[in-house]
């Protein structure tokens, strides 16, 4: 199997969006994981560092590793990310490529394929949204800016009653975060009684920090 990134396009419901996906040199997939990219006003697109970390890490545990840019996004179709700054439409974006590359891959699957979204900073608070739709088996969030975008409770306790509760969450976060202050997320988190990885010295960009923020990953995601 070609292990190689290969760029496609998905049909999104505001236009063409920009993609590449990677499957795993192995017979047996161990999923889907779809990455979501910082936010595109601040220069955020799918080729970021820390997405590009994501993507390789997933990619060597085993799973199809997707990334893609938001609407109005280098060579993705549409407007750029709304005013209003809450991020339906990048929610929608995330539905349809999770969308399409579950339909691609369905054969490969005896069901539908597990589902992991993963997310860094605004892209993390996108995946959140997206995960009470989805309801994936597993979320990674990255920074998010949870308090920016208003994100609900995602996990009980705290979460809506009548929502089922998404069970594997890993937040990760740096101490030294002048973008997203930690503070935001902790206070976010703490009521639904979610653990937050702080990695000391890490900065929003996990600047000489991506080595760590991999393995958190490889350690939570190992078979």
Known sequence: MDSRPKKFFI?????????????????????IAVIAHPHPLYGGTMNNKVVY????????????????????????????????????????????VVETTGNQFSSAFNESPPLMLVGFSFGGAIQAYAAQRLRPQKLIMVAPSV???NVPPIAH?????????????????GDQDDVVPLKTVLAWAAPQELPVVVVPGAEHFFHDRLHILKRIVQDSCRP
């Open 53 to 96: 970390t994501l993507f390789k890490t997933l990619l060597e545990l085993g799973f199809i590793a997707v990334k893609f840019n938001f609407r109005g996004v280098e060579q993705s179709e549409g407007n750029r990310y709304s005013g209003n700054d809450n991020g339906t439409g990048e929610i929608e974006d995330v539905l349809a």
């Open 11 to 31: 049909d999104g419901p505001a236009g063409k969006l920009e993609t590449v996906l990677a499957e795993p040199d192995i017979d047996h997939p161990r999923g």
């Open 147 to 149: 308090e920016r975008l």
């Open 157 to 173: 306790p705290g979460a809506r009653q009548d929502m089922e509760p998404i069970t594997d969450i890993l937040i990760i976060h």
